[in-house]
């Protein structure tokens, strides 16, 4: 009797080069939905290029755009840091970083409008010269 279990074993165990092309795969039909304003699974398809390298430095830029684009705005500074931490002489994701940050910058500053001063006490009129 021929044993089936380590047939299986084989069959299911991941392979380096399928999750690297997986990898690739999953950035490239990303791109393709976010090109059509399909943030949602952008980000989805983003975010399964980062599991399954997550030192891929494109991959991470991506996803803050999409995370920008869905308004988690923590999370994509979150994710252009790591992003830079791995390719820190990048052109291409240090501006997209810098325009995220001037954009963030501005809605901080939106949301953080300053407290009315109090209206100012009018003086009494003067009295009346007889």
Do not use: C
Not at 18 to 47: K, M, N, Y
Not at 63 to 83: S, T, V
């Amino acid at each position: 009797m021929v044993s089936v279990l380590p047939l299986l074993v084989v069959l299911l165990a991941p392979s380096s080069r399928h999750t690297a092309a997986s990898a690739a795969e999953e950035l490239g039909f990303g791109i393709d939905v976010a090109r059509r304003g399909l943030w949602t699974e952008a980000r989805f398809r983003f975010e399964r290029a980062v599991e399954l390298n997550p030192d891929n430095a494109q991959a991470l830029n991506d996803l803050a755009i999409a995370l920008e684009q869905q308004g988690e705005f923590a999370k994509a500074r979150e994710a252009f840091d790591r992003a830079l931490k791995l390719k820190p002489g990048n052109l291409y994701i240090q501006q997209n970083y810098d325009l995220f940050r001037e954009a963030d910058d501005k809605r901080n500053r939106k949301n953080k409008k300053p407290t009315a001063a109090p209206s100012p006490v009018p003086s009494p009129a003067p009295p009346p010269a007889h």
